[in-house]
């Protein structure tokens, strides 16, 4: 019999076989870091520090240039809405412009003047009710009145308009230039005297 035959189921032998493990006794002290391991500690907080510093900064600088865009487009917003509230107003300050004709009491369209206060007078007529009256020859009146925004010629039946004065925020003239009435923002024009609605000013006359 060999000597490893005689070590068979015996005691293990005293030097440990290569590959074993050992295990460290709980009273042993940890290992103190080395002076590399300490500086690469220091520098990797220090990475930290600096990382959460840009961080901070870039989010406060990101807020204020949000913040005077937003100011910006306040701004942009004030102006248009300005901007729009002038031209509405100047859009409607700004007088319309219509052209009267005379008519008689059929819708004939008439000499201007048969529509002017001074030549009804001076003919013994007078206004009433939206209507000029001019005496007849024969006795009885003739009745005339503006139309405004009709179209055609002396002796012809007027086509389209209206026999009521348009607003007084228009310009009312004849074919001829006689002012009839003018417009103006909040202004009523009192130039003319037509449809009952007018001013009792004189139209003028050919």
Same mark, same amino acid.
């Given at each position: 019999?060999?000597? +490893? ?8 032998? +005293? ?74 107003? !100047? ?12 008519? +008689? ?27 000029? $009256? ?6 009885? $009146? &003739?009745? !005339?009145? !503006?139309? !405004? ?13 209206? $026999?009521?004065?348009? &607003?007084?925020?228009?310009?009312? &003239?004849?074919? &001829? ?7 103006? $923002? ?21």
């Amino acid at each position: 019999m060999t000597q +490893d035959d005689d070590n068979i189921g015996g005691q293990p032998e +005293d030097n440990p076989q290569r590959g074993s493990m050992r295990f460290q006794d709980a009273s042993t002290q940890p290992r103190e870091p080395s002076l590399a391991e300490q500086r690469a500690r220091r520098q990797a907080l220090a990475d930290q520090e600096r990382e959460a510093q840009e961080a901070a900064e870039a989010s406060a600088a990101a807020a204020k240039k949000a913040g005077t865009k937003r100011k910006i487009l306040i701004g942009g917003g004030v102006t248009v809405g300005l901007a729009g509230l002038i031209a509405t107003y !100047y859009t409607v300050a700004k007088p319309a412009e219509t052209t009267a004709v005379c008519t +008689d009491a059929n819708g004939v369209i008439q000499n201007d003047e048969y529509c002017d206060e001074s030549y009804a007078s001076s003919h013994g007529g007078h206004f009433s009710g939206g209507f000029w $009256f001019i005496p007849l020859p024969g006795g009885g $009146f &003739s009745q !005339y009145r !503006y139309n !405004y925004g009709g179209s055609g010629n002396i002796g012809q039946r007027v086509a389209g308009g209206s $026999f009521t004065a348009p &607003s007084g925020n228009t310009n009312v &003239s004849t074919k &001829s230039g006689t002012s009839v009435q003018r417009g103006g $923002f909040g202004i009523s024009g009192k130039s003319g005297t037509s449809g009952g609605t007018g001013g009792t000013g004189k139209s003028g006359g050919s």
